[in-house]
C-alpha cells in the first residue's frame, strides 16, 4: 500500500511558475513509476508527466513540453513536477500517482493522490 500527498499547489499568475511535491508513505517507493496527471472541470483526466522508476526515463504531454520539468528522489519518497510559463490551459486539479509499470494511461496507474487545485488568472 502507498499513500501519496501532495502539495505546493495554489494561485499563480500566466507566466508564473509553480512546483509541486508529492510524498509516497509506504513501501518501496523506488519500484514505482510515477505520474502526474490533470484534470479541469468538465474535461476527462489527462496525462501530464511520467518518470521510470530509477527517473531514467520520463514522458511529457505535448502541451507541456519545454514548459513542465518531473523529477523523483527516491530516497526522500518524493515525486516533483516543476511548471514554468504557465497558461490559463494548465488550470486544473493535478494528481499524482503510481504504478508498477511506466506508462502514461492512468489506468495503469494504482494509487492516486488527493490533488492539489492549480488555478491560474489571466
Known amino acids: 500500500q502507498v499513500q501519496l500527498v501532495e502539495s505546493g499547489g495554489g494561485l499563480v499568475q500566466t507566466g508564473g511558475s509553480l512546483r509541486l511535491s508529492c510524498v509516497a508513505s509506504g513501501r518501496a517507493f523506488s519500484s514505482y513509476a510515477m505520474g502526474w496527471f490533470r484534470q479541469a472541470p468538465g474535461k476527462e483526466r489527462e496525462f501530464v508527466v511520467g518518470?521510470?522508476?530509477?527517473?531514467?526515463?520520463?514522458a511529457y504531454a505535448d502541451s507541456v513540453k519545454g514548459r513542465f520539468t518531473i523529477s523523483r528522489d527516491n530516497a526522500k519518497n518524493t515525486v516533483y513536477l516543476q511548471m514554468n510559463s504557465l497558461k490559463p490551459e494548465d488550470a486544473a486539479v493535478y494528481y499524482c500517482?503510481?504504478?508498477?509499470?511506466?506508462?502514461?494511461?492512468?489506468?495503469?496507474?494504482?494509487?492516486w493522490g488527493q490533488g492539489n487545485q492549480v488555478p491560474v488568472s489571466s
Open positions: 500517482a503510481a504504478s508498477l509499470t511506466y506508462s502514461v494511461t492512468p489506468t495503469n496507474y494504482i494509487y
Open positions: 518518470i521510470s522508476s530509477s527517473a531514467v526515463y520520463t
